[in-house]
Nanobody
Framework: QVTLVESGGGLVQAGGSLRLSCAAS????????TGWFRQSPGKEREFVAA??????LYSDSVKGRFTISRDDAKNTVSLQMNSLKPEDTAVYYC????????????????????WGQGTQVTVSS
């Protein structure tokens, strides 16, 4: 079982930046892709970004503002979030796929096998 721990959430004003981190442990050699999702009250959990097999994917709502990266030596995937908007407010979750979701499949939350506990991001207007 892969264990994921997110960190870096907090409160920021609109236009500000935050950097989220997702640290993985246990059987990290099985990870094919890592994704970030978010969920706000009353809404479905939605795809934000993913990285794997040399590819980076972003939702249209964050493209150009968020950057996903990874540090294989530290088994960590980060999400740099710039130009934050109030609508970015949500609990952010990282998740890992052990079976190679491949392209558009990586947008689907059901492609991911393990999830972190989430970290709250609040953007004030």
């Amino acid at each position: 079982q892969v264990t994921l721990v997110e960190s870096g959430g907090g409160l920021v004003q609109a236009g500000g930046s935050l950097r989220l981190s997702c640290a993985a442990s246990n059987r990290t050699d099985r990870i094919q892709a890592t994704g970030w999702f978010r969920q706000s009250p009353g809404k479905e959990r939605e795809f934000v970004a993913a990285i794997g097999h040399g590819n980076r994917l972003y939702s249209d709502s964050v493209k150009g503002r968020f950057t996903i990266s990874r540090d294989d030596a530290k088994n960590t995937v980060s999400l740099q979030m710039n130009s934050l908007k109030p609508e970015d407010t949500a609990v952010y979750y990282c998740a890992v796929d052990l079976h190679y979701c491949s392209g558009s499949g990586c947008y689907n939350r059901y492609a991911y096998d393990y999830w972190g506990q989430g970290t709250q991001v609040t953007v004030s207007s």
